[in-house]
Each structure stands twice: as C-alpha cells, then as structure tokens.
C-alpha cells in the first residue's frame, strides 16, 4: 500500500516539474531569432527650448556700419575732390590772369612805341612849320637865293608855293595830332587794365598764401 502511493505520488510530481523545466528552457516568443541583429528602440531626444536667433541681427548691423563706412569714404573723396577743383579753380584764374597781364603789357608797350614815334614825327612837322614860317617871313632872301629876272612874279611864286608847304604841314599835323590823341587815350585804358590785374594777381597770391598757411 505505501509503495503504491509513493509511486503515485513520483509520478504526479513528475507530471508537474518537467513542463515546468520545459517552459523555461524554451526561448521566448518575441526573441529575434539567432543571427539577426536585434533592433533597439531609438531613445527619445528631449525638444530643445526656443532660443533666440541673435545671427539675425548680426548681417543688418554689418551692412548699416558697411553702409557708414562707404558714406564716410565717400564724403572724404568729396571733400578731397572739392579742395583740388578750388585748388584747379585757382590756378586757372591765375594763369589766365598772368596771361591777360602779359598780353596787355605787350599792347601797352607798343602803343608807348606808337606813341614816341608819333610824337617824334609831330615834332618834325612843328619844326618844318616853324621853318616855313621863318621863310615866309624873309621872301627877299628866298628870291636872293633863287635869282631871277622879274622879281613880282618870282616873290609870289616863292610866296604861295611856301603856303601851300604850310598848308600841308599843318595837315599832317592835325592827323597826327588825332593819332597821337588816340595812342594816348588807348595806353590809358592799358595801363588801367595792367594795373587792374596785377592788384588782382596779388589779392588772389595772397589768398592762396594764407590757405596754404
């Protein structure tokens, strides 16, 4: 009787215990088979929190100094071109002043020179009236010199041919008189004129010497 139911008991034991062990040497149902590489799940990265985008910022202020930059380099070459054109400007107005000066010396010197031989030819012809004057007055000694037979018709021969030679130098002399008036009138204007520039000339050294300075 006890031999029985110890075998009972074995057998019940056994009954329970190996499908047990069963159970745990087996793999589990969700396992990748041998040779596959397992998958893992990715971890989840945490959302950053929004910062704000400074570079933004940045490029609007490098083109506002870029723009300063270009505006002052600008202004500066203005400037540098404004002084060289008054500069030019200067010496233009100079040069041309120089120019006008020396022209106007040059008139001036040869209206003197048409002046002195105007007034050297008016004295001749002053001289030459002074002389046919003096002949005039001695007619005898005029009819002495030439001789002659009848001497009515010889004294007013030498008479009206002494008065026509008057006549005409006193001609001459009244053109060049004119001349010499005119002569005279222009080389005022031009020596006005020179003097004008060279006053000119010199306010306008002046300045660039004190500019300069």
């Known amino acids: ?3 029985h139911l110890l075998s009972l008991l074995i057998a019940i034991t056994a009954t329970i215990v190996v499908p047990g062990f069963r159970v745990l040497g087996a793999p589990p149902s969700h396992q990748d088979p041998p040779g596959r590489p ?3 799940k990715p971890t989840q990265k945490p959302v950053p929190e929004p910062v704000e985008n400074k570079q933004l910022t940045t490029p609007i202020q490098d083109a506002d100094e870029a723009m300063r930059r270009a505006i002052t380099s600008l202004s500066t070459q203005i400037g540098l071109l404004t002084d060289e054109m008054r500069k030019l400007r200067r010496e233009t107005e100079r040069n041309s002043g120089m120019m006008e000066l020396l022209l106007n010396e040059d008139r001036l010197a040869k209206v003197e020179d048409k002046i002195q031989e105007a007034s050297s030819n008016k004295a001749q012809l002053d001289a030459r009236e002074q002389d046919i004057q003096r002949r005039m007055r001695n007619i005898q000694g005029e009819l002495l010199a030439r001789g002659g037979l009848r ?3 010889a004294e007013a021969a030498i008479r009206n041919e002494l008065q026509r030679a008057l006549e ?3 001609s001459q002399q009244t053109a060049q008189q004119q001349s010499l008036a005119e002569l005279v009138s222009q080389s005022t204007r031009l020596r006005a004129r020179v003097d004008a520039v060279r006053k000119k000339l010199e306010i306008l050294d002046a ?3 004190k500019e300069e300075k």
């Open 168 to 170: 005409d130098v006193r």
């Open 207 to 209: 300045k660039n010497d």
């Open 38 to 40: 397992r998958q893992t």
């Open 1 to 3: 009787m006890k031999r």
């Open 151 to 153: 001497r009515d018709e």
